[in-house]
């Protein structure tokens, strides 16, 4: 896979595995984490809490609901950490997104499990009775061929 990286965008991207050295290759630029913090949640958090309230508060594990304001949400986030002159990800947008997830996601499973698994005796005895037949029927086998011999 060939990877376009635009130089001006300051956004990392899940292939991009250099974002680890951000910090260090972008010293010249001085980012304000504590003017970072405070316009992440006067510019991006009040529009992001508003659509989240004009949901019912049980859709919020449903992604389809919850989708559209997620993301601008994180575009909102990454606008604003670019245009502050500070790497993404740092650990303000850390802390910003954790606390955006134990506000609203809290209640949600980590994953949607589409299968319950099945009770343990019901696994026990749909493995146990094909491997006491494996006895049966190499006796028949040994059984019949001596018969036939």
């Keep these: ?6 130089v ?3 956004v990392t991207f899940e ?10 290759s972008a010293v010249f ?16 958090w009040n529009p992001f809490h508003s659509e989240m309230t004009d949901i019912n508060k049980e859709l919020w594990c449903e992604w389809d609901q919850v989708i559209r304001p997620y993301n601008e949400l994180t ?3 990454e606008s604003l950490t670019t245009n502050l002159g500070c790497y993404f990800p740092n650990q303000v947008v ?3 997104f954790i606390q955006i997830h134990s506000s609203f996601f809290q209640a949600c499973p980590e994953e949607e499990q589409l299968f319950p698994d099945a009770p343990s005796g019901v696994v026990l005895t ?8 494996i006895p049966v029927l190499v006796f028949l086998v040994v059984w019949k061929s001596k018969i036939c011999d």
């Design 1 to 6: 896979f060939n990877t376009i990286i635009n």
């Design 8 to 10: 001006s965008s300051n």
């Design 15 to 24: 292939d991009n595995e250099s974002f680890q050295d951000q910090e260090y």
């Design 29 to 44: 630029r001085h980012c304000n984490e504590n003017l970072l913090e405070h316009f992440s949640y006067t510019i991006c």
């Design 75 to 77: 575009r909102c986030i």
């Design 94 to 96: 850390q802390d910003f």
């Design 126 to 133: 749909l493995t146990l009775i094909p491997v006491s037949l």
